[in-house]
């Protein structure tokens, strides 16, 4: 009883703080005209929707490339942090906490102060305006979430299947490849979520390396955002909630199904 | 350790050797004839840069101007949303590096960024002079300069603009001059403000504010003048912080620009907008954001008008495409649908006497809605855009002598 009642003051507090403001957007996407004192609006007009519906094409082209850029994202990280995450993980060298200070330092300095610089030097090596340099400035300021949480995957998964894979014959890439990586699924999935946010959610970098030729849903949001059209902002600002949250979900049930196939997780 | 090197050499090797300079294809194509340019753009792709914060104006151009480009010239329009200072500055970064085919082929520019971009040379041209329909409909003099900085045919016109202020009929009286302004800010406190400068909107207030509290444009037309600057701005610095005190927030904070004192306006939280745009309140009622009674007035001291431009980029892989649109734009065809309020409302930048006469009817007959002011009350008001040496002076000022004082 208690237990429940329990359970009842937090649902809704969560829902407080994470569903009343999608109501309120979606309100506002509705009236745009919503304005004090008014606690319900007084006019509703529909003229928000039908400028998504007659651009769909577009905002959704970007949506796709904003989607696929930041999977890209996502896959390059995990290039760039597996085996120096391996290494940090297993070994101690002199240096070794100077080294690891040094490599997270990206996600704590603002983009801007390399950004600029770094523009210059991607427009002669002509990997400004492509697809390419996105993912590659992308990769670079957010790696170390990817980096932090790899480097916490193999410390939990300790040194002993490895070993014990090893004793049984397996060459190091069978290691790496069909017992390692396995177990460092959940890892990646946390430090794949946080790069996917931050690179789906990046406009400043995005903008100045894609140059306007990659489309970026946030390239077609922030305008909006600033100007006053305020029901159009909050239409595309549900999208912008709408498909991290699905892609979470969907991520979490084919996980959970993968698990209980293999047994690794009591039903 | 040897292949270390011999990368850091080739990288070292890519950052300092030049990029072969541009042909003389872009000579050509300032004497070519324009059939021949509209040839040789037809089928190809323009990319135009441009602010993407009017969901009305994207709208436009997205249908109205790429289905024109699609049918007349078989072009594909592709407009790309980025503010003007910050595509200056890609395009002053490619310079540097020595990109000699960029992505932009059209720009949406004037003022101090047409004057950044122009004196880095980062601009193609003389162009706009070639162009058919600006020989024909615009009238010379009227687009000579741009914010006092010359033109000189490196950007074609576009569409012209002047500052109104906007308030709703059914709650306040609009004062008449700006010592009725000042009064009316005093008696009704926190019920007035203005957006923060450099945002255009809030930086076009304060100029109209210095033209009329120093007395007139005209001393200020020949140019930069230190002493001249130094002897008048501390009337409007006066004048500025006299009223702080009365606004919004009791002036601790300003809008951070001017789509948010449109917020503001329309949520009833102040009691005035402003806009550079004269049917701006017109298109916001339409979209259902500012409440029907919304109208717009100016003051007796004057209302600047600035005429808005496209330039070709000097990188602009296509640049007769760019030349094709930006004649396109100053078409009358066009011109007229942008003039009409349930479109975009933006003020024509041709001389409709210049037209022929079922054109120009065409043009009187555009109902531009109740809240937008005729030219027989803009006209008589009109004052020109102060040099932009003076724009970069006063922005500064307030800063220094208004917001951190």
Same mark, same amino acid.
């Given at each position: 009883?208690?237990?429940?009642?329990?359970?009842?003051?937090?649902?809704?507090?969560?829902?407080?703080?994470?569903?009343?403001?999608?109501?309120?957007?979606?309100?506002?996407?509705?009236?745009?005209?919503?304005?004090?004192?008014?606690?319900?609006?007084?006019?509703?007009?529909?003229?928000?929707?039908?400028?998504?519906?007659?651009?769909?094409?577009?905002?959704?082209?970007?949506?796709?490339?904003?989607?696929?850029?930041?999977?890209?994202?996502?896959?390059?990280?995990?290039?760039?942090?597996?085996?120096?995450?391996?290494?940090?993980?297993?070994?101690?060298?002199?240096?070794?906490?100077?080294?690891?200070?040094?490599?997270?330092?990206?996600?704590?300095?603002?983009?801007?102060?390399?950004?600029?610089?770094?523009?210059?030097?991607?427009?002669?090596?002509?990997?400004?305006?492509?697809?390419?340099?996105?993912?590659?400035?992308?990769?670079?300021?957010?790696?170390?979430?990817?980096?932090?949480?790899?480097?916490?995957?193999?410390?939990?998964?300790?040194?002993?299947?490895?070993?014990?894979?090893?004793?049984?014959?397996?060459?190091?890439?069978?290691?790496?490849?069909?017992?390692?990586?396995?177990?460092?699924?959940?890892?990646?999935?946390?430090?794949?979520?946080?790069?996917?946010?931050?690179?789906?959610?990046?406009?400043?970098?995005?903008?100045?390396?894609?140059?306007?030729?990659?489309?970026?849903?946030?390239?077609?949001?922030?305008?909006?955002?600033?100007?006053?059209?305020?029901?159009?902002?909050?239409?595309?600002?549900?999208?912008?909630?709408?498909?991290?949250?699905?892609?979470?979900?969907?991520?979490?049930?084919?996980?959970?199904?993968?698990?209980?196939?293999?047994?690794?997780?009591?039903? | 350790?040897?292949?270390?090197?011999?990368?850091?050499?080739?990288?070292?090797?890519?950052?300092?050797?030049?990029?072969?300079?541009?042909?003389?294809?872009?000579?050509?194509?300032?004497?070519?004839?324009?059939?021949?340019?509209?040839?040789?753009?037809?089928?190809?792709?323009?990319?135009?840069?441009?602010?993407?914060?009017?969901?009305?104006?994207?709208?436009?151009?997205?249908?109205?101007?790429?289905?024109?480009?699609?049918?007349?010239?078989?072009?594909?329009?592709?407009?790309?949303?980025?503010?003007?200072?910050?595509?200056?500055?890609?395009?002053?970064?490619?310079?540097?590096?020595?990109?000699?085919?960029?992505?932009?082929?059209?720009?949406?520019?004037?003022?101090?960024?047409?004057?950044? %971009?122009?004196?880095?040379?980062? $601009? +193609?041209?003389?162009? @706009?002079?070639? =162009?058919?329909?600006?020989?024909?409909? !615009?009238? /010379?003099?009227?687009?000579?300069?741009?914010?006092?900085?010359?033109?000189?045919?490196?950007?074609?016109?576009?569409?012209?603009?002047?500052?109104?202020?906007?308030?709703?009929?059914?709650?306040?009286?609009?004062?008449?001059?700006?010592?009725?302004?000042?009064?009316?800010?005093?008696?009704?406190?926190?019920?007035?403000?203005?957006?923060?400068?450099?945002?255009?909107?809030?930086?076009?207030?304060?100029?109209?504010?210095?033209?009329?509290?120093?007395?007139?444009?005209?001393?200020?037309? %020949?140019?930069?003048?230190?002493? $001249? +600057?130094?002897?008048? @701005?501390?009337? =409007?610095?006066?004048?500025?912080?006299? !009223?702080? /005190?009365?606004?919004?927030?009791?002036?601790?904070?300003?809008?951070?620009?001017?789509?948010?004192?449109?917020?503001?306006?329309?949520?009833?939280?102040?009691?005035?907008?402003?806009?550079?745009?004269?049917?701006?309140?017109?298109?916001?009622?339409?979209?259902?954001?500012?409440?029907?009674?919304?109208?717009?007035?100016?003051?007796?001291?004057?209302?600047?008008?600035?005429?808005?431009?496209?330039?070709?980029?000097?990188?602009?892989?296509?640049?007769?495409?760019?030349?094709?649109?930006?004649?396109?734009?100053?078409?009358?065809?066009?011109?007229?649908?942008?003039?009409?309020?349930?479109?975009?409302?933006?003020?024509?930048?041709?001389?409709?006497?210049?037209?022929?006469?079922?054109?120009?009817?065409?043009?009187?007959?555009?109902?531009?809605?109740?809240?937008?002011?005729?030219?027989?009350?803009?006209?008589?008001?009109?004052?020109?855009?102060?040099?932009?040496?003076?724009?970069?002076?006063?922005?500064?000022?307030?800063?220094?002598?208004?917001?951190?004082?």
């Amino acid at each position: 009883m208690n237990r429940t009642a329990r359970h009842g003051s937090t649902l809704v507090v969560l829902a407080l703080l994470f569903l009343l403001p999608v109501v309120v957007l979606v309100l506002v996407s509705l009236a745009p005209g919503w304005r004090f004192p008014d606690v319900w609006p007084a006019a509703f007009s529909l003229r928000g929707v039908d400028f998504f519906i007659r651009h769909h094409e577009k905002i959704l082209m970007a949506l796709a490339s904003s989607f696929g850029f930041s999977l890209l994202t996502v896959a390059a990280t995990l290039f760039m942090c597996l085996l120096p995450a391996a290494v940090f993980a297993r070994h101690r060298f002199p240096g070794k906490t100077l080294l690891e200070g040094l490599l997270l330092t990206p996600a704590l300095v603002p983009p801007m102060t390399f950004a600029m610089g770094l523009h210059f030097i991607f427009i002669k090596v002509s990997l400004a305006d492509t697809i390419p340099g996105v993912v590659l400035i992308l990769a670079m300021f957010s790696y170390p979430y990817m980096f932090r949480a790899l480097v916490a995957g193999f410390q939990t998964m300790g040194e002993d299947y490895r070993i014990c894979a090893r004793n049984l014959g397996a060459s190091p890439a069978d290691i790496l490849f069909r017992v390692e990586f396995p177990l460092l699924v959940p890892s990646i999935i946390a430090g794949g979520s946080v790069v996917f946010l931050v690179a789906f959610s990046e406009y400043f970098l995005v903008f100045l390396i894609g140059g306007g030729s990659v489309p970026s849903f946030t390239g077609t949001l922030f305008p909006l955002l600033s100007s006053s059209n305020r029901s159009l902002a909050a239409i595309l600002t549900l999208i912008f909630l709408f498909l991290p949250v699905l892609l979470f979900v969907v991520m979490d049930i084919s996980l959970m199904r993968a698990y209980r196939r293999k047994g690794m997780m009591s039903a | 350790m040897k292949r270390i090197a011999l990368t850091l050499m080739i990288l070292w090797a890519a950052l300092i050797l030049p990029v072969a300079p541009a042909g003389a294809d872009d000579t050509a194509l300032q004497h070519l004839p324009f059939e021949q340019i509209v040839e040789k753009a037809r089928g190809t792709e323009v990319r135009w840069y441009m602010y993407g914060g009017w969901a009305h104006v994207n709208d436009w151009v997205d249908t109205h101007v790429a289905a024109e480009m699609k049918k007349r010239y078989d072009i594909r329009l592709v407009r790309v949303p980025m503010d003007a200072g910050v595509f200056v500055n890609k395009l002053l970064n490619e310079k540097a590096a020595g990109k000699q085919k960029g992505n932009i082929d059209l720009l949406w520019i004037n003022g101090e960024n047409f004057k950044n %971009a122009k004196e880095a040379g980062l $601009l +193609f041209g003389p162009f @706009a002079d070639t =162009l058919p329909n600006v020989k024909k409909y !615009v009238d /010379p003099a009227s687009v000579t300069h741009d914010f006092g900085y010359p033109v000189e045919g490196y950007e074609a016109p576009y569409g012209r603009a002047q500052f109104v202020f906007e308030y709703d009929s059914a709650q306040v009286t609009p004062p008449a001059d700006l010592a009725g302004l000042k009064a009316w800010i005093m008696a009704n406190p926190g019920r007035f403000t203005y957006p923060q400068p450099p945002d255009f909107t809030g930086s076009a207030f304060i100029r109209q504010v210095f033209y009329a509290v120093t007395g007139g444009h005209d001393q200020y037309m %020949a140019g930069w003048d230190a002493d $001249l +600057f130094a002897k008048k @701005a501390p009337l =409007l610095w006066k004048w500025l912080n006299e !009223v702080e /005190p009365y606004l919004w927030q009791k002036g601790r904070t300003y809008p951070k620009d001017s789509a948010t004192l449109d917020t503001l306006f329309s949520r009833g939280e102040v009691a005035f907008g402003m806009s550079y745009h004269p049917s701006h309140a017109q298109s916001k009622i339409i979209e259902g954001s500012y409440p029907a009674t919304a109208r717009t007035f100016v003051l007796k001291d004057g209302a600047i008008f600035n005429t808005h431009f496209t330039a070709i980029p000097f990188n602009a892989p296509n640049k007769a495409g760019g030349m094709v649109l930006a004649n396109l734009l100053i078409s009358a065809d066009i011109q007229l649908s942008k003039y009409r309020p349930d479109q975009w409302g933006d003020f024509p930048a041709l001389d409709i006497s210049r037209l022929p006469e079922a054109d120009q009817k065409r043009f009187q007959d555009v109902d531009l809605g109740p809240a937008t002011l005729g030219s027989e009350i803009l006209g008589p008001v009109a004052v020109p855009e102060i040099p932009s040496a003076y724009l970069e002076a006063l922005e500064q000022g307030w800063k220094e002598h208004v917001l951190d004082k």
